[in-house]
């Protein structure tokens, strides 16, 4: 926030790339967000193809994990995983009151995205090392008020590479 608050008080063209680790291993959630999770996990919906059988005549295995297609497993690990994307929705939310507060909305392009999906289970999969689509898929969203209208969808596969060209 320290770094937004300097560059917009420099009242000039400015860029900020912001990082979260989150959600990645060691899957440690802070504790309000996992509590929240934990007490709602038994309504959690596992992936379907956490049953395996359908990779049988294929090159492609199930992780050597057991735990990974273990429905009870599987739920408490997207206790944690659910509990991190929250919180970084939540550090998002402030940079963008900030903008908002800032009068920068409407001239501020905001990009948002991730390095991959999760697979949560699907396939018996957990991580990213797949290319089926829960691991290969990821948030690209863009948001410039007055450019871009509220809502909009672009149902085209897309790239991280893409955001350069913009």
Known sequence: MDAMDRLISENKPWSLVVSFHNPHPPMVAAGKYFDKYWDLKEDFCVPPSIDTTHLEETPDKPDKNPKIQNVDAVKEWM???????????????????????SGLRKKTLVVFTSDHGESLGAHGKKGKGTFFEEAIRAPLMFRLPGVIPKGKEINIPTSSIDVFST
């Not at 919180?87 to 908002?100: C, P, S, W, Y």
């Open 79 to 101: 206790v944690s995983y659910y509990a991190m994307v929250e919180e970084v929705d939540e550090h998002i939310g402030r940079l963008l009151r900030k903008l908002d507060e």
